[in-house]
């Protein structure tokens, strides 16, 4: 139960603070800048995993946790419970910031800003990016530590300060999911839920083919 709680306070933390950023940046004109919001992920994320990193491996993501099950690092029973608590953190976060900022209008949603498929390729190679670094730097099924942190954090407000102006470098299904479902923005959802788990599964053969047999080991306990 407590890992469960982890990942949902670990999510919440993540979606308010990150989808809160591009809200108030919408609102308050541009204070924020895409700078800060790309920095905003990279911090709470790199905040996450020094809160929880050693309670639940701070997966924080609904890709990572099923990339972590299929590289042998976490145990498939414990995904749903998983996916569950990633899910309701990201609807209360954006659940909270709906009544704070009503005039919002997509909640800071992941909306491509050019072709579909132009998207889908950029959340896939992003997230590809982002899971190889995860799996060089986790602990099993955790991410945990200072290295962990820092790496993971820097890698996710580097990809979103040169990508979210064209896909909104989500590489995460939870952090997309809850602002369009709680805001009605659901077009090109489907972008943002199959290219982040696609891309993190390309990651554990690019582990593999990199770092040899230590990349993937067999199933230990979490």
């Not at 139960?1 to 979606?15: P, R, S, W, Y």
């Not at 700078?35 to 905040?47: K, N, Q, S, W, Y």
């Not at 990572?64 to 976060?93: C, D, E, I, K």
Request: charged share 10%.
């Amino acid at each position: 139960m407590k890992k469960l709680l982890a990942e949902a306070l670990g999510t919440f933390t993540l979606v308010f603070a990150g989808t809160g950023a591009i809200v108030i940046n919408e609102v308050s004109g541009g204070a924020v800048t895409h700078a800060g919001i790309a920095l905003t992920f990279g911090l709470v994320v790199l905040a996450m995993i020094h809160t929880f990193g050693d309670v639940s491996g701070a997966h924080l993501n609904p890709a990572v946790t099923t990339a972590f099950a299929a590289a042998g690092r976490f145990p498939w029973r414990s995904v749903p419970g998983y996916l569950g608590a990633q899910m309701t953190g990201a609807l209360a976060a954006s659940g909270l910031l709906r009544f704070l900022f009503p005039q919002a209008a997509t909640l800071g949603a992941t909306l491509p800003a050019g072709p579909p498929v132009q998207s889908f390729v950029l959340e896939l190679v992003l997230t590809a990016i982002l899971m190889l670094t995860i799996l060089s730097v986790s602990t099993g099924g955790k991410e945990k530590g200072v290295t962990a942190g820092i790496a993971i954090g820097s890698v996710i407000a580097l990809e979103a300060m040169f990508a979210g102006p064209v896909s909104g470098a989500s590489m995460n299904p939870a952090r997309s999911l809850a602002p369009a479902l709680v805001s009605g923005s659901l077009e090109h959802l489907w972008i943002y839920l199959a290219a982040p788990a696609l891309g993190a599964l390309l990651a554990i053969p690019l582990c593999k083919a990199t770092r040899c047999d230590g990349c993937c080991p067999h199933l230990h306990p979490s």
